[in-house]
């Protein structure tokens, strides 16, 4: 029983940035991992970074050096701070909340993050 909404999303020039939210309500586990996925138009679904409840980040090759994922549990909330944005960052945001235990996942809608040159 939990609705993820992500924000933060837009329109950003080449070298910007961008910090993406993702808010959590609900019967929340304390055993998670959250993870921020994007998808452009024709393409499948890939993760970006995740970040597990004691904190161990992981990040695609792509976006090291450059996203941040963390997150703030007084809040309920995990953010994706993305700087050096570049051209082919561009798609749709989603964050994804998984019980550990159960391995069962919850999908935010998604937010919109365009880069142009």
């Not at 993702?22 to 890939?46: E, H, L, M, T």
């Amino acid at each position: 029983q939990v609705q993820l909404v992500e924000s933060g999303g837009g329109l950003v020039q080449a070298g910007g940035s961008l910090r993406l939210s993702c808010a959590a309500s609900g019967s929340i586990f304390s055993i998670n991992v959250v993870g921020w996925y994007r998808q452009a138009p024709g393409k499948q679904r890939d993760l970006v970074a995740s970040i597990t409840n004691g904190g161990s980040r992981r990040y695609v090759d792509s976006v090291k050096g450059r996203f941040t994922i963390s997150r703030d549990n007084a809040k309920n909330t995990v953010y994706l701070q993305m700087n050096n944005l570049k051209p082919e960052d561009t798609a749709v945001y989603y964050c994804n909340l998984k019980n550990v235990l159960t391995d069962h996942s919850y999908w935010g809608q998604g937010t919109q993050v365009t880069v142009s040159s």
